[in-house]
């Protein structure tokens, strides 16, 4: 059973969305928060496999939450609940480490589905939203000479890179040949060896270091680090 959190603050959203989740059959909302505070609470108390999480709340909005809550627990999983795809503070909570997004008009098997792959820790971001998000991450750094850190291998960062073009496991499993529970150790062994949260952070580090160019693409001989290099940021 999937257990989740539902952050909103209209009561008629929070009752729909357990409507929704509860009928798949799978899926359990064990804790429903009308604002950020309570959300933090929650996750804090309940470790929920999943929390959807409204951005606009009083006292504390959802990115703020999202942050206090990634901050005390990198492994939680939290999907963005948005009414417009192009909110700005979208962005800030998937480059927080937001497992993904959805707009709150989306088809309702899209929030079933979302929160699957959330659990599965499968990101939920069309190609489309995985460049823009990695555009504004990179556009908001000082960039240095890129640099591949030492200690991955060379299938850790040619998964990384795949990653960084927006392959999910089992597309990345078929382009290289491989069972998709391969890819998923190689993608958590290299976001562990880098210290990132999730999948997002994996592809902006990805293109940070030169194992994906401007095009979306991998790049065949990104430049190396030496023996301590470590990646920026």
């Known amino acids: 059973m999937i257990r989740v959190v539902v952050a909103d603050d209209q009561a008629l959203v929070r009752a729909g969305v357990r ?116 555009e504004r991450a990179l556009a908001a750094e000082e960039q240095e000479a890129p640099r591949v850190p030492a200690g991955l291998t060379e299938r850790e960062l040619e998964v990384l890179a795949l990653v960084g073009t927006g392959l999910s496991n089992a597309e990345i499993a078929d382009a290289l040949h491989v069972g998709v529970t391969t890819v998923k150790t190689h993608v958590s062994t290299a976001m562990e060896k880098l210290g990132l949260r999730n999948r997002i952070q994996a592809a902006v580090v990805a293109h940070r270091i030169g194992l994906v160019d401007a095009g979306f693409r991998p790049v065949r001989n990104p430049p190396r680090g030496g023996p301590g290099g470590q990646p920026a940021g």
């Open 19 to 134: 409507m929704l989740l509860e009928a798949a059959g799978e899926m359990e909302v064990c804790g429903e928060a009308v604002d950020g505070t309570q959300a933090v609470q929650l996750a804090e108390r309940l470790r929920p496999d999943v929390l959807l999480m409204d951005l606009r709340m009083p006292r504390t909005d959802g990115l703020e939450a999202t942050r206090r809550i990634l901050g005390a627990w990198p492994a939680a999983r939290i999907v963005i609940l948005t009414t417009f795809a192009e909110d700005e503070n979208v962005y800030a909570a998937l480059r927080a480490g937001a497992i993904g997004f959805l707009v709150k008009d989306d088809e309702p098997e899209r929030m079933v589905d979302a929160v699957r792959r959330a659990a599965a820790g499968e990101p939920l971001l069309a190609p489309s939203v995985l460049r823009r998000v990695v």
